[in-house]
């Protein structure tokens, strides 16, 4: 499965920004989802999960916990993250992907299937 994220874009600090992640042909429903970000000069990190759709358990990195929010648009088959109080370090490529749950936000994290990111930039 590839999956494709959109919806980034330039946002002021404390700003918001709703990103969101879709596949072709698959339904998402029964996947764990995750979204990563690669800032410039640094290393892809998961900061988000969300699992199946039997129970939806959520986490989060500790750099976006009471920031972000990780849900399903099951109408849309796919999966939101709703980026709130933004700030400059938020700054990077976003991107979704297939994980292993639950999600360790280590350097044991496995996932697979992201495709093409998309920039978020957080600036005055």
């Known amino acids: 499965v590839q999956l494709q994220a959109s919806g980034g874009g330039l946002v002021q600090p404390g700003g918001s920004l709703r990103l969101s992640c879709v596949a072709s042909?698959?339904?998402?429903?029964?996947?764990?989802i995750g979204w990563l970000r690669q800032a410039p000069g640094k290393e892809r990190k998961l900061i988000s999960c969300?699992?199946?759709?039997?129970?939806?358990?959520?986490s989060y990195a500790d750099s976006v916990k009471g920031r972000f929010t990780i849900s399903r648009d099951k109408v849309k088959n796919s999966v939101v993250l709703q980026m709130n109080s933004v700030k400059s370090e938020d700054t990077a490529v976003y991107y979704c992907?297939?994980?292993?749950?639950?999600?360790?936000?280590?350097?044991?994290?496995?996932?697979?299937?992201w495709g093409q990111g998309t920039q978020v930039t957080v600036s005055s």
């Open positions: 992907a297939r994980v292993l749950f639950p999600c360790l936000y280590n350097n044991y994290d496995v996932y697979d299937g």
């Open positions: 042909g698959v339904t998402l429903d029964d996947t764990p």
């Open positions: 969300i699992s199946s759709s039997d129970d939806d358990t959520t």
